[in-house]
Nanobody, 124 residues
């Protein structure tokens, strides 16, 4: 069983930058793509971005493309979500996901393991 722990969420102002981290408990981390999702109050969980096994390929939702990037440190079982030029609409609980089925899946149903989430709040 893979356990994931997100960190880095906090209150920031619009236009700021923020980095979220997600560390996995097992070496199986390196065997699949990993993703970031978010859920705002009253809304469904939505795809943010996904990074492939090697880190060379990524895919992002339209709402964050050009502002967010993902990187991974396979030696330390960790992925990062770099959030730049954040907006109030980025406010949400951010979840990392592991155990992906597929190369760069965007569907949350294609990820088997989930963290508990970290809160990001962007003030205007």
């Amino acid at each position: 069983q893979v356990q994931l722990a997100e960190s880095g969420g906090r209150l920031v102002e619009a236009g700021d930058s923020l980095t979220l981290s997600c560390t996995a408990s097992e070496r199986t981390f390196i065997s699949t793509a990993m993703g970031w999702f978010r859920q705002a109050p009253g809304k469904e969980r939505e795809f943010v971005g996904v990074i492939g096994r090697s880190g060379a390929n990524q895919r992002f939702s339209d709402s964050v493309t050009g502002r967010f990037t993902i990187s991974r440190d396979n030696a330390n079982n960790t992925i990062y979500l770099q959030m730049n030029r954040v907006k109030p609409e980025d406010t949400a609980v951010y979840y990392c996901a592991d155990g992906a089925i597929g190369v760069l899946p965007t569907d949350s149903n294609l990820f088997r393991y989930w963290g508990q989430g970290t809160q990001v709040t962007v003030s205007s």
